[in-house]
């Protein structure tokens, strides 16, 4: 699907606030809520926009530990199998693929060092992972949910 920058605009404005009205984008984008809406369906409707959620920040549930875990697995692991594995395990918020020497990357978030440690321990214990190499996050410098740029 092509989006003009009308659309650009709508996506980039409902990433800063989801619970913006079609009233408040409409202004915003000089279109009627009824016009924006529809555009909002059709963005939906083809995938572009998959869905709307609530964005919690980590430290306010105290999960105020991270890591970024390389994960080196058997010859045959597939990425099917890395996705299901990690999807056990709640502190697993993300999980990729990679280039390099490691065949994956997991984004661990835990409440202090010790429930880092069960979870890595956790992850360890796949049957396809040989090993893992850990670093732990000292500060988040930039982070965006997910960035859009605004048309000029």
Request: charged share 20%.
């Amino acid at each position: 699907m092509q989006l003009d920058a009308v659309d650009q605009r709508i996506v980039a404005l409902l990433v800063a606030d989801a619970r913006s009205s079609y009233a408040e984008i409409g202004a915003k984008v000089s279109l009627s809520a009824p016009a924006v809406k529809r555009r909002v369906d059709r963005l939906r409707s083809s995938g572009v926009i998959k869905g709307f959620t609530t964005v919690v920040d980590p430290a306010a549930i105290g999960w105020t530990t991270e890591a970024f875990v390389e994960l080196f697995c058997t010859g045959r692991t597939t990425p099917a199998q890395i996705t299901v594995a990690t999807r056990r395990h709640p502190e697993v918020v993300g999980a990729y693929t990679v280039s390099g020497e490691a065949d994956a990357l997991v984004h661990l978030r835990a409440a202090d060092i010790g429930h880092l440690e069960q979870a890595l321990e956790r992850l360890r214990a796949e049957s396809f992972v040989t090993s893992t190499r850990s670093m732990i996050v000292l500060s988040r410098l930039v982070e965006t949910p997910t960035a859009v740029p605004a048309p000029e």
